[in-house]
């Protein structure tokens, strides 16, 4: 597989889905619902093949990881009173400002 690279769907952005306003989310047609796609050396994206799914496995895990990473996502949960988002709600609660 040297003439190709995974990449995150250009489409999705790596969500595997798509939502409009107010219709159901739908899987992404570009991805098939991955997240990421194959690019060539040409530019030319296309979809990674459930056949390649267990050889890529390792790969996909590590790019879905870094997107996670990217949006904040640290790998352990937070509990409640350390959360950035309820301490905000909790000040709008009591009249203060966020």
Known sequence: M???????????????WLEEDESPAQ?????????YVYRGA???????????????????????EQRLRE???SGSAKKPWEQEIRGENKNRLKGGSA
């Open 2 to 16: 040297t003439d190709r690279e995974i990449v995150r769907c250009p489409s999705c952005d790596g969500y595997g």
């Open 27 to 35: 899987e992404c047609a570009w991805c098939a619902g991955v997240g």
């Open 42 to 64: 040409d530019g030319v994206d296309a979809i990674i093949p459930p056949s390649d799914y267990a050889a890529q496995g390792a790969a996909l895990e590590s790019l879905e």
């Open 71 to 73: 949006m904040g996502y």
